[in-house]
């Protein structure tokens, strides 16, 4: 079945450090690929996307791009803020009878200081 | 985007007993969805709430553990019954619109079991 593999937590940073979250991935088919954050005390929001090969899905700085060769999604920042202290998500769907379906990642718990 | 509820937020059950927890949503939605999110752990996915119909499981979920109702496109019901503290977890709706990948998701309903 499909399954998605996190790097492990937690990640700890200093503001302005370069940030990498690894995340990859096994789907038979084309899935689409998620990233997902969950502030503290709050609930789960989409952070970016991507539905396609090569595809680069941004938002608020991350990025993350699709990489069918290496079952990549690895989620990216060049700067943190402390606001971004949060756990990461990846996800993945499936398509397909799985369409709607996420399976998530274990998550990764950010910190960031000042 | 999909503005989603759930009530309660969080509750305190004895085991043995039961809990139901609502999602409304905004406006009409395609797909909703059940998921579980353990301490300290990642989401997985309950079942597939239909509409008018029986909800879909996903394997190591039974309908006599956690019965789900969706009577129309904009809510839906689950209840976790005969409660053990293995139940307390984080329980969240989702909803899929349209024929967008886009999933979002409920604020959660937070469950602890004495």
């Known amino acids: 079945g499909d399954s998605v593999t996190q790097m492990e937590g937690p990640v700890t940073l200093s503001e302005e450090a370069f940030l990498t979250i690894n995340c990859t991935y096994t789907?038979?088919?084309?899935?689409?690929l998620f990233w997902y954050v969950q502030y503290p005390g709050e609930g789960l929001q989409l952070l970016l996307k991507?539905?396609?090969?090569?595809d680069k899905g941004s938002n608020k700085g991350f990025e993350a791009t699709y990489r069918k060769e290496t079952t990549s999604f690895h989620l990216e920042k060049g700067s943190v803020q402390v606001s971004d202290s949060a756990v990461y998500f990846c996800?993945?769907?499936?398509?397909?009878?799985?369409?709607?379906?996420?399976?998530f990642g274990q998550g990764t718990i950010l910190t960031v200081h000042p | 985007s999909a503005v989603i509820s759930q009530k309660p937020s969080r509750d305190i059950c004895q085991r043995g007993t039961s809990l139901t927890i609502q999602c409304q949503v905004d406006s009409q939605v395609t797909m909703m969805f059940w998921y579980r999110q353990q301490p300290g752990q990642s989401l997985t996915l309950i079942a597939t709430?239909?509409?008018?119909?029986?909800?879909?499981?996903e394997s190591g979920f039974v309908i006599d553990k956690f019965p789900i109702s969706r009577p129309n496109l904009t809510f839906s019901t689950l209840t976790v019954s005969n409660l053990s503290p293995e139940d307390s977890s984080i329980y969240l709706c989702?909803?899929?619109?349209?024929?967008?990948?886009?999933?979002?998701f409920g604020p959660g309903t937070r469950l602890l079991v004495l």
């Open positions: 709430a239909n509409q008018g119909s029986e909800a879909t499981y």
């Open positions: 991507a539905t396609k090969a090569d």
């Open positions: 989702s909803v899929v619109r349209g024929n967008q990948e886009t999933q979002y």
């Open positions: 996800a993945l769907e499936g398509g397909g009878t799985s369409y709607g379906k996420l399976t």
């Open positions: 789907a038979t088919g084309y899935p689409s």
